[in-house]
């Protein structure tokens, strides 16, 4: 273990162990080197992987902080474990995404509020409306699909959950523009789907729910087949599309 990745493996021990906790300031850097046993050298490039990791936030002039490690942002960094993967990986990706928001969906069922499903009613109206325009704004429609979806995840209660759906789930986005472009009826279909997903929804009925979503990414993973060669990597667009 290199001397950076001791610094790492500290501050991670000194969360884990309660002696550091969401929003503490860490010690003066001359402190903190002298409890983990390193130069200041070390430390600096320990607290800058940190950072970029988003367990730590330095403020210039004010210290360094334990941010409240959010489960979404700390699973930021897998989305670009997936961009990695490169061509070829979106089938693989949607896979992984169909595990997820299905969980999601099955979850959400008996936990989501009255208020989110009305949000939902509404972003589904959006694309209504969006669909009836004599040309669809595709991308538009992409946003309305992706605030639905998310509306789905975050009342699933499990911030894990939401935060691999944010890192694998927003990888989608080039695959779900070609297949709005390219794929006769899949618009009006995936709309379809997601207003059986929201009557799942509305009924608390988990199996419903998880089994609509399932259908609905399915389609989605089929549609990958007619993607064109090169354009099948995965997209660091932000957002998540169906």
Request: proline share 4%; net charge negative.
């Amino acid at each position: 273990m290199s001397r950076t990745e001791e610094v790492v493996d500290g501050i991670k021990r000194m969360i884990l162990d309660g002696v550091l906790n969401p929003g503490d300031r860490l010690p003066v850097e001359k402190e903190l080197a002298e409890t983990l046993g390193v130069s200041r050298g070390p430390l600096r490039e320990g607290v800058s992987a940190l950072s970029i990791l988003g367990i730590l936030n330095t403020r210039q002039g004010d210290g360094t902080y334990v941010t409240n490690l959010d489960a979404t942002r700390l699973l930021a960094p897998m989305g670009f474990v997936v961009d990695l993967q490169g061509q070829g990986a979106a089938p693989h990706v949607h896979a992984v995404r169909r595990v997820l928001e299905c969980e999601a969906a099955r979850l959400a069922a008996t936990k989501i509020t009255d208020e989110a499903l009305r949000e939902a009613r509404d972003v589904l109206d959006d694309a209504t409306r969006i669909l009836q325009q004599t040309t669809p704004d595709h991308e538009r429609l992409i946003e309305t699909d992706i605030a639905f979806h998310r509306i789905i995840a975050a009342h699933s209660g499990n911030p894990v959950l939401i935060g691999l759906i944010e890192a694998f789930a927003g990888r989608t986005v080039r695959a779900r523009l070609w297949r709005s472009l390219h794929e006769e009826g899949a618009d009006l279909r995936a709309h379809a789907e997601h207003l059986a997903i929201l009557q799942a929804l509305r009924e608390r009925d988990p199996e419903a729910a998880r089994i609509r979503m399932a259908n609905h990414l399915i389609g989605v993973e089929q549609s990958l087949r007619g993607l064109p060669d090169g354009d099948d990597a995965p997209s660091g667009a932000e957002g998540e599309a169906s």
